[in-house]
């Protein structure tokens, strides 16, 4: 079992910035891949970025590239999203995922999954 844990949410205003974390713990060892999705207010969970485990290998939804980046640290577990010229449509429920094989932007190939942490963008 893996456990992730999300941090760093919190309330910004449009177009500053805010830095995501997710630990993991447990069996960190079958993680593949990590990656971000969101969920705004009536809306279903997209994807953000996803890193794989080496760090060698990033990707992005055309939404947040070029102003989200996102990396990795093995030696703590831990994986991070920066959130640079945040927009009010970036107002979602981030959530922090892990998958044993693949990596992409489909939620069927992560496992998984943070609790997630609100990040608020006010205009």
């Known amino acids: 079992q893996v456990t992730l844990v999300e941090s760093g949410g919190g309330l910004v205003q449009a177009g500053g910035s805010l830095r995501l974390s997710c630990a993991a713990s447990g069996r960190t060892f079958v993680i593949f891949s990590e990656a971000w999705f969101r969920q705004a207010p009536g809306k279903e969970r997209e994807f953000v970025a996803a890193i794989s485990r080496d760090g060698a290998s990033t990707t992005y939804a055309d939404s947040v590239k070029g102003r989200f980046t996102i990396s990795g640290e093995n030696a703590k577990n831990t994986i991070y999203l920066q959130m640079n010229s945040l927009k009010t449509e970036d107002t979602a429920v981030y959530y922090c995922?892990?998958?044993?094989?693949?990596?992409?932007?489909?939620?069927?190939?992560?496992?998984?999954w943070g609790r997630g942490a609100q990040v608020t963008v006010s205009s």
């Open positions: 995922a892990a998958g044993p094989l693949t990596m992409g932007g489909s939620e069927k190939e992560y496992v998984y």
